[in-house]
């Protein structure tokens, strides 16, 4: 049986990787797609997701909405020293890639939440569109099977020591999210940032098909990179999905940190000192590296 799928997203070179993955793998049955602002301004990651849908010819299949320009609170600092102006840099994907929905993002994931009863929500950038979803319609919580997220860290940030870039982007939104009561993944630099596409298969990437060009292009124009490789960190939400077995967890208490220095910070309650024992989060914290590698080119080799 396919899983069900959204994807709240801000491409983003390692989203649009993540698309790719959930657009191409038989076991995913990828309903919508909603944007947010993140690693550009939201109308840049809406135009990014539907030059990826239009690069699949699945303009048809898949609706793209537009979500939230800004964080709740937060003023909007974007990523595109990382990224590229555009948000997708290093690959030409032409000017005619269609519009998006005319539904907003929330009455988007609204309505395809509502209409399914086991939805896995997978945001890739930060949870702004989900806290307003929350707020204003609280009954599709229900309705969502798990959330698996890329953001947070309980190891050390990308941001500042603690804080990683999509909480730390919108950390009121992502305290609403935590706060919800749904199921909760973590999938956090503690394991993204060894989830590399090293230099060696960037380079097998480049010759293999269309679809290797075109992720060759953008992961070689993409600024997080190390001598080890390029962290593919949102692609891990589709491999934790497949693979799951390829991750360890832990079952822990998160805590997000909305003001002062430790803003965008995540907390976790590692000896259940605070919370009575209660957890909110499966915290992924080590990958099968090797295994993540070779699943990435093993799904790209299937693909046009
Ligand atoms: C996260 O920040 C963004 O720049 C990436 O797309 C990823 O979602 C990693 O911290
Ligand atoms: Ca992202």
Redesign the pocket.
């Known amino acids: 049986m396919t899983m069900k799928i959204i994807m709240d997203t ?1 491409p ?1 070179i ?2 649009a990787a993540a698309l790719t993955m959930a657009i191409n793998d038989p076991e995913i049955d990828l309903k919508l797609i909603t944007a947010v602002a ?2 550009v301004t939201v109308d840049k990651t809406t135009a990014n997701a539907l030059k990826i849908v239009h690069f699949f010819g699945k303009d048809q299949e898949i609706p793209v909405a537009a979500g939230a320009k800004e964080p709740l609170i937060k003023p909007f600092e974007d ?1 595109a020293r ?2 590229g102006a555009s948000g997708m840099e290093g690959y030409d994907f032409g000017d005619d890639y269609g519009e998006p929905i005319a539904k907003s993002a929330v009455e988007a994931l609204h309505d395809a939440i509502m209409a399914e009863d086991e939805v896995i929500l997978v945001p ?2 930060s949870y702004t569109n989900i806290a307003l979803l929350f707020k204003q319609y609280p009954e599709v919580k229900s309705h969502i099977k798990e959330i698996v997220a ?2 947070g860290s309980i190891s050390g940030g ?1 941001m500042t020591s603690i804080a ?3 909480v730390f982007t919108d950390p009121d939104a992502a305290e609403i999210m935590y706060k919800s009561g749904v199921p909760i993944v973590t999938v956090g ?1 503690d394991v ?1 940032l060894k989830a590399l596409i090293t230099p060696d298969t960037l380079n097998q990437l480049k010759d293999m098909n269309e679809t290797g060009k075109m992720l060759y292009g953008l992961i070689n124009n993409y600024n ?1 990179v190390t001598e080890a490789g390029h962290p593919m ?2 692609v891990n939400t589709i491999f934790y999905l497949l693979h799951p077995e390829a991750y360890q967890t832990k079952d822990l208490w998160v805590d997000i940190q909305t003001s002062g220095p430790a803003i965008g910070g995540m907390v976790a309650d590692i000896r259940g000192a605070y919370h009575d024992g209660k957890t909110n989060a499966k915290v992924c914290v080590d990958i099968d590296a090797a295994a993540f590698n070779q699943w990435f080119l093993d799904e790209v080799s299937h693909m046009k």
Do not use: R
């Open positions: 801000d983003g390692d989203d993140g690693n990523a990382i990224h890739t950038g890329m953001g990308n990683e870039f999509n630099l993204t997080d960190h949102d």
